[in-house]
Nanobody, 115 residues
């Protein structure tokens, strides 16, 4: 059974930092990453990383967020610095299994940036 368990969300002031973690179990995954969804908005890609470590970022977070993964631990991380109120959203971890192809999702973790 595949499970993605996220942690690390919370309330932070503008300019602050948070680190999200997502532990995946139950399969072998290729690309892993993070999406977010703010109230009234569509879910959007924040960052993703291949099994080889190649990252991809949304323009809105480039230079502020860093994605990384530990394949041995099947864990993906999202270091978020210089947080802005517009980063407030529920952040979802995802992991892509290749055989057969399927995207798995975590339950989401709330990130709130507010003074």
């Amino acid at each position: 059974q595949v499970q993605l368990v996220e942690s690390g969300g919370g309330l932070v002031q503008p300019g602050g930092s948070l680190r999200l973690s997502c532990v995946a179990s139950g399969s072998i995954f290729s690309t892993m990453g993070w999406y977010r969804q703010a109230p009234g908005k569509q879910r959007e890609l924040v960052a993703s990383i291949t099994s080889g470590g190649a990252p991809n970022y949304a323009d809105s977070v480039k230079g502020r967020f860093t994605i990384s993964r530990d394949n041995a631990k099947r864990t993906v991380y999202l270091q978020m610095n210089s947080l802005k109120p517009e980063d407030t959203a529920v952040y979802y971890c995802y992991a892509r299994r290749l055989l057969p192809v399927y995207d798995f999702w975590g339950q989401g973790t709330q990130v709130t940036v507010s003074s």
